[in-house]
């Protein structure tokens, strides 16, 4: 069964710290996509980024940055300099591709809740 | 509007109510999907829907029944729900091509009381 751990529950930073946040993953697909979302406190959960399997290159955007590694099953994010927006639950999941008739199914982490303080 | 839009945003029902949650998405999307989200537990997939097709129903009680007239919109309706029905309904919206990502609405905030 496919499962995504955030073994991180609730982080605490002070602003402009940098910040990781872990996600870890097991699946028997070969093929299979990643994904990371923020909820901040309104509640709406705002796409960050995709990732395939097959793409183990590093991403940044801006002062966000994801590294995948395939070979500890694991793909963390990086918050550079936080700031007090950031703060918000972030949602590491795991897509177990394409349901018979259409759509996927993702299945997600529990959360980490980030806390940016001044 | 844009993107994926959700009514009410906060809903109180007793328990012998009837009542409905509607999901509009305006992004050109073919698939829809309802997730619970209560404390402390992980997104719980509902239903989907593609192509106006339900494809998936995680055992989820009687008590809730989706219905999508459209590619547009999906309507939950709630009849004699239980107080630990109470949480947070997310919608969300994808195309229905593998590994796409799925874009969410605000959600509806519900108290069963």
């Known amino acids: 069964a496919q499962k995504v751990t955030q073994a991180q529950t609730e982080i605490s930073v002070v602003e402009k710290e940098d910040v990781t946040l872990d996600c870890v993953y097991e699946?028997?697909?070969?093929?299979?996509?990643l994904f990371w979302y923020k909820q901040p406190p309104s509640g709406e959960l705002v796409f960050l980024i995709r990732?395939?399997?097959?793409?183990?290159q590093n991403e940044i955007s801006g002062r966000y940055s994801w590294n995948f590694q395939k070979s500890t099953s694991s793909f963390n994010f990086t918050i550079t300099a936080s700031q007090v927006v950031d703060s918000a639950v972030y949602f590491c999941a795991l897509s177990e591709g394409e349901l018979t008739g259409g759509g996927n199914k993702l299945t997600f982490g529990t959360g980490t809740q980030l806390k940016v303080e001044l | 509007e844009t993107g994926v839009t959700q009514t009410p945003r906060h809903l109180v029902m007793g328990m012998t109510n009837k009542k409905s949650l509607k999901c509009e998405q305006h992004?050109?999307?073919?698939?829809m999907y309802w997730y619970k989200q209560s404390a402390k537990k992980p997104l719980e997939l509902m239903f989907v829907?593609?192509?106006?097709?339900?494809?998936e129903n995680n055992s989820v009680p009687s008590r809730f029944s989706p219905e999508c007239p459209n590619s547009s919109h999906l309507f939950l309706h709630l009849h004699t729900l239980q107080p630990e029905d109470s949480a947070l309904y997310l919608c969300?919206?994808?195309?229905?091509?593998?590994?796409?990502?799925?874009?969410f609405g605000p959600g509806t905030r519900l108290t069963v009381l």
């Open positions: 992004l050109g999307h073919n698939a």
């Open positions: 990732r395939n399997s097959f793409d183990e």
């Open positions: 829907y593609s192509l106006e097709e339900r494809v």
């Open positions: 699946t028997r697909d070969t093929t299979y996509y």
């Open positions: 969300a919206s994808s195309q229905s091509d593998r590994y796409n990502e799925q874009f």
